[in-house]
């Protein structure tokens, strides 16, 4: 059974969020698609928060 939690922006709020690649260290990029969304790209679980 795989079960699917959905994610949504830490900026706006908003869920129509897709994938956008990868970083660096391997985390899953998302990308905002919300128009009034200033931060477009986020990580969900940032490793350094600086």
Do not use: W
């Not at 990308?31 to 990580?43: D, E, P, Q, S």
Request: aromatic residues 6%; proline residues 4%; hydrophobic residues 25%.
């Amino acid at each position: 059974m795989m079960v699917v939690t959905p994610v949504k922006c830490p900026h706006c709020g908003s869920d129509d969020v897709k994938k956008n690649g990868t970083s660096r260290n391997g985390k899953q990029r998302f990308l905002c698609n919300h128009v009034k969304c200033r931060h477009k790209t986020f990580i969900e679980h940032y490793t350094h928060k600086a």
